[in-house]
């Protein structure tokens, strides 16, 4: 159970990583001299990615979280 705590928690923290690393790219967006460095498709792409790995590691801390408190409530 600890170790699905773990894995989400990383799982969410990578997830914030990428959302910032795309954010900027959509910022960027038409600034850069550098067209090939500014794809908005892509960081779009990463956004909607970023979110979906959001989602599903909050579920699973979510999960961990109610088996926890089962858990506690059976050895109470």
């Known amino acids: 159970?600890?170790?699905a705590i773990?894995?989400?928690t990383s799982g969410l923290l990578a997830a914030s990583r990428q959302?910032?690393?795309a954010a900027g790219?959509?910022?960027?967006?038409g600034t850069s001299p550098n067209p090939a460095?500014?794809?908005l498709a892509s960081a779009s792409a990463d956004l909607?990615?970023?979110r979906a790995q959001v989602r599903?590691?909050?579920a699973t801390l979510k999960v961990a979280d109610d088996v926890a408190k089962r858990l506690?409530?059976?050895r109470a």
């Open 19 to 21: 959302f910032d690393t």
């Open 1 to 3: 159970m600890i170790d």
């Open 6 to 8: 773990r894995t989400a």
């Open 48 to 50: 909607v990615s970023a």
């Open 37 to 39: 460095g500014s794809d």
């Open 25 to 29: 790219r959509v910022a960027r967006t």
């Open 72 to 74: 506690l409530d059976v």
């Open 56 to 58: 599903l590691n909050a």
